[in-house]
């Protein structure tokens, strides 16, 4: 077989659905969860140990990427600005939509400590 014949790729047998039927297919199964432990005896055991830690792993990947990609577009807009002027409305546009969202929502998110969210 010389290089300038091609091959065909490989066929998928399994093709993954949409990314709007994933998420649909997920709702659905965190409501047959929820459910099903509603009146299982042994709950607070799945709980704390089967869907606490993959609700910590979830947050911490979460964080691990939001956080710095949030960093990195306010740093890349700070040292975009062309004056001062442009730098202090956007400071003040960002403190006053963060504290108008936790207003709004009538929660605080601290995402430094624990991977919680308090309601006031």
Not at 68 to 73: A, D
Not at 89 to 116: G, H, Q, R
Request: glycine share 8%; aromatic share 6%; hydrophobic share 45%.
């Amino acid at each position: 077989m010389s290089h300038s014949e091609t091959t065909a790729a490989p066929r998928r047998i399994f093709k993954f659905p949409s990314l709007g039927i994933q998420i649909l297919i997920a709702l659905a199964l965190g409501i047959l969860v929820g459910t099903l432990l509603h009146d299982y005896g042994a709950k607070t055991w799945v709980i704390e140990n089967i869907l606490n830690p993959a609700g910590k792993v979830l947050i911490t990947m979460i964080k691990m990427i939001v956080v710095p990609i949030v960093i990195s577009t306010l740093t890349v807009g700070i040292a975009g600005g062309e004056n001062t002027k442009e730098l202090g409305k956007m400071v003040t546009y960002l403190v006053c939509s963060k504290d108008f969202a936790e207003d709004f929502t009538n929660t605080k998110i601290d995402i430094n400590k624990n991977p919680t969210i308090t309601i006031r």
